[in-house]
């Protein structure tokens, strides 16, 4: 039921772009809130954006404002983080999460212990 399949990801040089995808299962996409982690080594995890996918604004950390955008395809249950001007510091191991569908109080937010489905990952190497 929460399985979420991440595409995407690689090496590119700073400045660079890169796109992930993120399917989900139509339980797991309808009607909740999904976000975008990342984790590099030896520091913990962080949100970076975050999108309730019935629509509305989406939330972005403030170091990755104006660079990346979230966005999401309804017909494909499949959100996206497009990642432009990238930067050393966004390497990481990014994962795409997803709130409990049947809880209450979905919210939008980028806390990790908000989150109960998580992808397998999928590594983002930027070099400067």
């Known amino acids: 039921q929460g399985q979420l399949v991440e595409v995407g990801g690689g090496s590119v040089q700073a400045g660079g772009s890169l796109r992930l995808s993120c399917a989900a299962s139509?339980?797991?996409?309808?009607?909740?809130?999904m976000g975008w982690f990342r984790q590099a080594p030896g520091k913990e995890r962080e949100g970076v954006a975050a999108?309730?996918?019935?629509?509305?604004?989406?939330l972005y950390a403030d170091s990755v404002k104006g660079r990346f955008t979230i966005s999401q395809d309804n017909a494909k249950n499949t959100v996206y983080l497009q990642m432009d001007s990238l930067k050393s510091e966004d390497s990481a191991m990014y994962y795409c999460?997803?709130?409990?569908?049947?809880?209450?109080?979905?919210?939008?937010?980028?806390?990790?212990?908000?989150?109960?489905?998580w992808g397998q990952g999928t590594q983002v190497t930027v070099s400067s």
């Open positions: 999460a997803a709130q409990d569908p049947e809880a209450n109080g979905i919210r939008l937010t980028m806390r990790p212990d908000a989150y109960k489905y």
């Open positions: 139509k339980y797991t996409y309808l009607s909740n809130c």
């Open positions: 999108i309730y996918t019935d629509g509305g604004t989406p």
